[in-house]
């Protein structure tokens, strides 16, 4: 008899590598079973058969059958997905198909990503689908998708399931879970309860802290008193050339201090005092953890933490860069630099710089602090392209080669100068800087980008002429509001929630109608939950026992703690906390109704007030013909008839701005898959009308 083996992966493209490299060994061909593909391998004396999962196809419900608005809710059990969520068609055959392809196999793998989440969703294929096969399924181990690679997990599997892994992925899913549904049912029915309205109000284990951030730095925002400061520039002239100076104090906070220098120096000739000369050695960048990964991507090209992990998912898939979900910034040298390096140099644009760093005697990357026992930092494998990468996909992929490269390059060198003139007692400094050695920052090009302010040679003693002098008043700024990479590293420095899950709470804050904006602003809303759970649970928007809480999932993962302890100190915590939002439900449900409607009413409230009787304008709908319109709200106190039409299709938002011709306020409408339209919803209608009375004469 033929030995048979079973390897379950995490996504069909993951398998389809996979069955590439293990058909090295055998005759492969692809196969369905119940819509879902697999591959069979027959070699000499085995038969491989790689098949997939499509994400978690199991999760954690409440015990029994489910009444979804029921809380507190402490029983809970794992069940198949598709039992749960509804539209679960697919999953549900998938299983089934592995169910059916795991009768009379001999030897199980898991090979679904190495981590939490991977071990876990193998684990529980393995366990419900596969019979118990948990018990002597092995683990394929690997970063990336490339044939060598995963030739060589396959052939030296772990013999045994990651079960820390999994217990912590277990843990984690349970905990949230419980702080989820319970926290969310309290908020959601309380407002219910209170006005009879649904609507979908949400909060979490890490979901609340991170929210709270949010809030607090609007608050500091708010809260904020700038306090005018002045700053002195001059141009001065020094042998025939002039070049910008500034006075040798920052900030002067008196006005008749920063116009006693500009009265004393303005016209005057003094002297070069002083020459200072730098130099600074900037090493080269860290190689890519997720985070950094999302943080450069937001500052190059704008694309949010989550777009750019689904990004770098894409290419991981494609067999070009390693695992991207890791939090690690080494590159152990098992990788293979030299190999990777040069399959770089056959591709064109990365051919001078690989070639140039294969040619260094030794290399060595710059490494970074942070590691991950399961992956290495974000590399490029050396393959190239298959296929033509889309736009954003090119986009990161270059900023990872380049990253790669960059880390092995040299330290560049920058000289910084001062120059220290002198009128009077008064010190004003000109300031020039310029790049030696270009380094790492050549290779890493156009990410890299230093400015240089070279200066003409200069020497103590020279004449430098005051030709203008000039006091600004300024003020000082509040802290900067959140964007999604700044907030994601701030969550990941408190150490709240993982690297798989942090982007995703961002998106759910979003379309909660928490906040909103690319500069992160927290909508009355998110004021009023936070301030909710603060009167009535602190402990859920602490920070020190989400992190505390972190801590023990992370020593699940090393063996160190129980799941069930923490599982049941997760409960012990939260059983007093509901049992307080229930017995508020009244007032909390009438608050947040309040809020619910105030923030409903905003939105559809025009600032531009109707230029008839100045009542304010809506955005309504017809009863008649349900058509949206402008309407004017003194319509039931003065009658008022004045209207403006509105687009029909397409998600509208009053923007910020006022139309520049009349001064009204502008719409946007977004149509899906299309790019914004703004207008004035004033002009809009006057083109209209001079149109059709243009037609009609
Ligand atoms: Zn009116
Ligand atoms: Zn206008």
Request: net charge positive; charged share 30%; proline share 5%.
């Amino acid at each position: 008899m033929m030995r048979s083996t079973l390897i379950i992966c995490e996504k069909p493209d993951a398998a389809l590598h996979i069955a590439e490299a293990l058909s090295e060994y055998g005759e492969a061909t692809k196969r369905q079973k119940h819509g879902a593909p697999y591959y069979q391998i027959d070699t000499k004396d085995e038969r491989i058969v790689v098949c997939s999962a499509i994400g978690h196809l199991y999760q954690v419900d409440a015990k029994g059958s489910s009444e979804r608005r029921n809380y507190p809710v402490w029983d809970f059990t794992w069940k198949p997905k598709h039992q749960v969520e509804r539209g679960q068609r697919r999953q549900e055959l998938w299983l089934q198909a592995i169910a059916e392809l795991s009768r009379g196999v001999d030897t199980y793998i898991n090979s679904c990503d190495y981590d939490l989440e991977g071990s876990l969703i193998g684990y529980m294929i393995l366990r419900y689908a596969c019979n118990g096969a948990d018990q002597i399924a092995k683990r394929m181990k690997f970063s990336t998708l490339t044939g060598r690679e995963l030739r060589e997990a396959y052939a030296n599997p772990m013999p045994r399931l990651d079960f820390s892994l999994v217990d912590a992925g277990m843990c984690r899913h349970e905990v949230d879970w419980l702080y989820g549904v319970n926290l969310s049912r309290a908020l959601t029915e309380s407002a219910y309860k209170f006005s009879q309205r649904y609507s979908t109000l949400s909060t979490g284990r890490v979901q609340g802290p991170t929210l709270r951030f949010v809030v607090e730095r609007e608050k500091e925002i708010m809260t904020f008193v700038p306090v005018p400061y002045w700053t002195i520039e001059a141009l001065v002239e020094i042998d025939g050339r002039e070049m910008a100076a500034e006075y040798q104090v920052e900030r002067l906070e008196i006005k008749s201090e920063a116009e006693h220098v500009v009265e004393k120096s303005s016209g005057r000739t003094g002297r070069v005092e002083d020459l200072e000369s730098m130099r600074h050695r900037l090493v080269p960048p860290a190689p890519f953890d997720l985070s950094t990964l999302q943080a450069e991507a937001y500052r190059h090209f704008g694309f949010l933490p989550t777009q750019s992990l689904g990004i770098a998912e894409g290419l991981y898939l494609d067999a070009l860069i390693s695992y991207p979900r890791t939090s690690s910034q080494k590159l152990p040298t098992t990788i293979g630099y030299r190999e990777i390096l040069s399959a770089l140099s056959k591709i064109p644009q990365y051919e001078k710089h690989s070639s140039s760093l294969l040619s260094a005697r030794a290399l060595r990357p710059n490494e970074g602090k942070k590691t991950d026992p399961a992956h290495p930092a974000i590399y490029p494998t050396g393959v190239s392209p298959k296929r033509r990468l889309e736009s954003p996909e090119q986009k990161v992929f270059d900023l990872i080669v380049k990253r790669f490269l960059a880390t092995f390059s040299s330290a560049a060198i920058r000289e910084s100068q001062k120059v220290t003139i002198r009128v009077d007692d008064l010190r004003f400094l000109v300031r020039g800087s310029r790049i030696l050695e270009k380094g790492w920052i050549e290779l890493y090009e156009p990410y890299s980008k230093l400015e240089e302010i070279i200066l003409p040679p200069i020497s103590v003693g020279q004449k430098a002429t005051f030709k203008k002098v000039s006091a600004e008043k300024k003020f000082t700024q509040p802290p900067p509001r959140y964007n999604p990479g700044s907030l994601l590293r701030l969550m990941e420095e408190e150490n709240i929630g993982t690297k798989a899950t942090r982007a995703e709470i961002l998106d759910t804050l979003y379309r909660r109608g928490y906040v909103k904006g690319e500069r992160i602003v927290a909508t009355s809303l998110a004021f009023k939950v936070s301030e909710l759970l603060l009167r009535y649970c602190p402990k859920v928007i602490d920070v020190a026992f989400t992190r505390e809480l972190e801590g023990m999932m992370e020593r699940i993962e090393s063996g160190l703690e129980a799941r069930e302890h923490v599982v049941f100190e997760a409960v012990e915590h939260l059983k007093p906390i509901i049992e307080d939002l229930k017995a508020n439900e009244n007032e909390i449900g009438k608050e947040l109704t309040e809020t619910i409607k105030e923030m409903k009413m905003a939105e559809i409230t025009l600032r531009t007030p109707c230029p008839q009787c100045g009542s304010r304008l809506r955005v309504l709908r017809s009863r008649r013909s349900g058509k949206r319109f402008i309407g004017c709200s003194g319509m039931w106190k003065n009658g008022c008839r004045f209207g403006l039409p509105l687009p029909q299709f397409g998600v509208l938002t009053l923007l910020e701005k006022d139309c520049r011709e009349c001064g009204f306020q502008l719409i946007q409408v977004k149509t899906k898959g299309k790019r914004p339209l703004i207008s004035c919803p004033k002009c809009f209608q006057a083109k209209r009308q001079s149109i059709s009375s243009s037609r009609s004469g």
